[in-house]
């Protein structure tokens, strides 16, 4: 390739925009005429070049490509979910919601910042903050396995608490699920679970390389023996967008606006080997560029047009969660009594103890299930 190609391909994401403003995050505490539009982006992938892979991933490279973009009196947020050796990974969902709503807190409290027991990502590094501070996210992230990646998976998942999350953790004792299930019954209730970040706009932009140069003429993995297993005709999606149709419907539901022409995916890297589908090739893909430049140019328009939004009432900007060192122990204890098969009278570990349903009076919960049945224990 000729140095101007190249030398065009390196000017043209810029659009003559210049360098962003740099978020600031005090501007949280202005009032909303005031203060710079903001947005967050996001890139989904695992891969970092500070970690296995060896190799950065293309949604950092699209990611940074979006910031140079947009326009320069913006405040650009961005953040790479990607996995770096020795650092913090986002923890996985506890499911609180599933026993009350009331038990899910606005923003999560299963993990809290630079815990030594579960660090957490999606602490440490802010984020309920910065989602709460942005007007409009923009989440670019590969397809894998016929969905999103579980580094993004994570992330939505530890989003359920901007869904009618309690804003209040006090009103449980931090953690009390007897307490969270009261408190979901309570004439309040109504009034404290609102979609905590409703309003803003969320952009999703998926890519993938359609089994790269796995499959065979009949859209078949090459590597099967068992032809039989995989019927092409049957693989999910008409359309390949529709892998980060869970993350995009999530955030519906939550009164975040995903307009239908900022949910987009493309190709790229079909037919050839992984190794030759990394970011610098990505770069060269015209069709594929263009198709990612587009949708961020339909992103800024939109998002401008709309303007900024008004915080909600219970805000993650400026929270500091309260201490819970007494309600820690007083759930330690509900825990002991649980491992010694004496739960609280009327809680559902009574009533599931009562019925047989799950065998869980234990003193060493973290002991696997296979290993109590190779140990012989019921």
Request: proline content about 7%; overall charge negative.
């Amino acid at each position: 390739m000729s140095s101007e190609w190249w030398a065009a391909i390196l000017e043209e994401p810029t659009l003559g925009y210049g360098a962003s403003v740099k978020p600031h995050d005090e501007n949280g505490r202005l009032p909303v005429d005031q203060r710079p539009f903001r947005v967050l982006l996001l890139s989904g992938s695992e891969r970092r070049q500070y970690n296995c892979p060896g190799v950065d991933s293309k949604s950092r490279s699209l990611m940074l490509r979006m910031a140079d973009r947009l326009p320069q009196e913006w405040e650009i947020d961005y953040e790479d979910l990607g996995n770096v050796y020795g650092r913090e990974k986002i923890q996985s969902c506890n499911a609180c919601v599933s026993t009350s709503m009331a038990l899910c807190v606005w923003p999560c409290n299963c993990y809290e910042k630079d815990s030594k027991d579960e660090p957490d990502l999606m602490w440490n590094l802010d984020l309920y903050s910065r989602l709460d501070l942005a007007d409009a996210w923009a989440v670019i992230g590969p397809l894998n396995w016929y969905g999103p990646s579980s580094n993004l998976k994570l992330f939505f998942d530890r989003l359920v608490c901007m869904n009618g999350g309690c804003p209040d953790e006090r009103l449980i004792d931090h953690k009390d699920p007897e307490l969270a299930m009261r408190l979901e019954h309570s004439p309040e209730w109504r009034e404290l679970s609102v979609n905590h970040l409703e309003g803003r706009t969320a952009g999703f932009f998926g890519y993938g390389d359609e089994g790269a140069d796995e499959l065979d003429p009949s859209g078949r993995p090459r590597k099967l023996r068992h032809p039989g297993y995989f019927d092409p005709e049957q693989e999910p999606f008409e359309e390949e967008r529709e892998a980060y149709a869970p993350l995009v419907w999530q955030a519906r539901y939550s009164g975040i606006e995903v307009p239908d022409d900022l949910w987009s995916y493309a190709t790229t890297g079909k037919g050839v080997p992984y190794s030759e589908d990394q970011a610098e090739d990505m770069v060269r893909d015209r069709e594929f560029m263009g198709s990612f430049d587009a949708w961020t140019d339909r992103f800024a328009s939109f998002v401008a047009g709309k303007g900024k939004v008004e915080p909600g009432r219970h805000r993650a900007y400026g929270y500091t969660p309260p201490g819970h060192r007494w309600a820690d122990i007083k759930l330690k204890w509900r825990g002991i009594r649980m491992g010694l098969g004496r739960p609280r009278d009327g809680s559902s570990p009574a009533e599931q103890q009562r019925l047989g349903l799950n065998r869980d009076a234990t003193l060493s919960p973290k002991e696997s299930e296979g290993d109590r049945l190779r140990d012989g224990d019921s």
